[in-house]
């Protein structure tokens, strides 16, 4: 090894990843909603699969969704969606109701004690909700199991029911000011 090679790696240390970005607490602990539709007919999930990124130029969120849920059809039906953050803990229980409920079956936002309203015509989100994205949906693809390359992935998937990624560039952002 070189000795200009050798003077650069000793200037870097390994990190873990969540200190270069807070995204992986974002989605992966704190959980989010997901919404589509618009006041009069819309639905909402809790998930906490999904990331963020560029792509095609474009500032984007990436969901995944299973077909099963009712909130699938809302994000194939609408042309855009949301995507809302809360502070935690204090609206940990209200997002394990919604991603533990159908919204087939009983009204999420009730029972999680939300207040939804359309942060854009068409677009709903909470009050509560300390960030919200607006995105515009550009692509979707179910999962395709054959191509997964680590087997283990399939694990997930006991009963076969494969995701749908969903592409949304993001057109607004809204943050609480309090």
Known sequence: MSDAYIAIMEAFKEV?????SDAFDLIGEDWFLISAGGIDDWNTMTAS???FGVLWH???VFIFVRPSRHTHSFLEREERFSI?????PEFRKALEFCGSRSGRDVNKAKGADLTPFE????IVSFREARTVLV?????SQPLDPDRFVDPSIEEEYPDR???TIFVGEIQRSFGRDD
Do not use: A, C, Q
């Not at 995105?135 to 692509?139: A, D, E, T």
């Open 119 to 122: 942060i854009e015509p068409g």
């Open 49 to 51: 699969w999904g990331g």
């Open 58 to 60: 474009r500032k984007v």
């Open 84 to 88: 809302s953050f809360f502070d935690m």
């Open 161 to 163: 029911s494969y995701h």
């Open 135 to 139: 995105s515009k949906r550009i692509h």
């Open 16 to 20: 873990e990843i969540e200190k270069v």
